[in-house]
């Protein structure tokens, strides 16, 4: 069986369905996704990678002295 990467769901990293969290010495490495979902989020501290668009979402978020790293090839 051929499993076609089209087809392969790609889970996220995190994804936040709250109001006024808060993140701070995290790290989050998503393939695909990395989901900010809520309200409002604050990051501090932080490592961040993904693909392409692996930050979105409706949520206002402040990233303080955070790394945010595109994967290569994304």
Do not use: W
């Not at 392969?8 to 936040?16: C, D, G, I, K, N």
């Amino acid at each position: 069986m051929k499993i076609q990467p089209e087809k392969l769901v790609r889970p996220f990293a995190l994804s936040v369905n709250a109001t006024r969290v808060f993140f701070e010495n995290c790290a989050f490495s998503g393939y695909s996704y990395t989901s900010g979902e809520g309200f409002k989020q604050y990051f501090k501290n932080c490592y961040i990678e993904g693909s392409t668009d692996f930050i979105f979402g409706e949520a206002t978020v402040l990233f303080e002295d955070c790394a945010i790293h595109s994967k290569v090839n994304s």
